[in-house]
């Protein structure tokens, strides 16, 4: 997907450790999401922000953190790795002024916690 | 009960069959998107609708917002359709966050 950087894109952690994924985006798009996807299950929001300097809880918080200093980079925390944060994250993007109000989608980032 | 119910979950079809995959959703949207997703791959809107009907190619996607359901049709499917088809919608509220339904597994056998 063009304009949606998502790094890494798999990452092996041990349990405890930390890492924070990088969502890079070129649109100049206000809203930006993370997201999780674990089998049997649609992809569940952690975190979100709505413009450069905001960030929001989404469903599913607890273990991450988020940070928008700048408008085209939403980075993705884990303070403390658990086997549970296995998943594969995604990170989306979208405008809020017609016409770039589409979606758009990173690559997705493979994380498995050892 | 989920905010975004696909169905069916998996489906087998012979390739140039016509496929059906629903949608149903119980919030306020401001938008549906259908996207697709190949196994290990990354995430690729198809559609994005706020009413009526799209098409692109062999795909189709129509809204009925009045009885809050979509439809994303496949005509003349070919293998290369397989992949799992997500169903997304654009909550009314602040953030416009995505919400997903669980997707539909497609597999389209030669």
């Known amino acids: 997907n063009a304009g949606v950087t998502q790094t890494p894109k798999f990452r092996v952690l041990k349990t405890g450790q930390s890492m924070t994924l990088l969502c890079a985006q070129d649109?100049?798009?206000?809203?930006m999401y993370w997201y999780r996807q674990d089998p049997g299950m649609g992809l569940r929001l952690i975190h979100y922000s709505v413009g450069e300097g905001t960030t929001a809880k989404g469903e599913v918080p607890d273990g991450y953190n988020v940070s928008r200093l700048k408008k085209q980079n939403f980075l993705l925390g884990l303070e403390s790795a658990a086997p549970s944060q296995t998943s594969v994250y995604f990170c989306?993007?979208?405008?809020?002024?017609?016409?770039?109000?589409?979606?758009?989608f990173g690559q997705g980032t493979r994380l498995t916690v050892v | 009960k989920n905010e975004v119910e696909q169905s069916p979950q998996n489906l087998t079809a012979q390739e140039g069959e016509f496929i059906t995959i629903n949608c149903s959703y119980s919030v306020g949207i401001s938008a549906l998107h259908w996207l697709q997703q190949h196994p290990g791959g990354g995430i690729v809107s198809l559609f994005m609708?706020?009413?009526g009907k799209k098409k692109h190619g062999r795909l189709i996607a129509t809204i009925n917002i009045q009885e809050k359901h979509s439809s994303l049709h496949i005509t003349a499917s070919h293998p290369r359709d397989s992949a799992v088809y997500i169903c997304a919608v654009h909550r009314m509220e602040y953030g416009n966050k995505l919400v997903f339904g669980a997707g539909t597994i497609l597999r389209v056998k030669s």
């Open positions: 649109m100049n798009h206000e809203y």
């Open positions: 609708l706020s009413s």
């Open positions: 989306a993007t979208k405008g809020i002024s017609a016409p770039n109000t589409e979606a758009f």
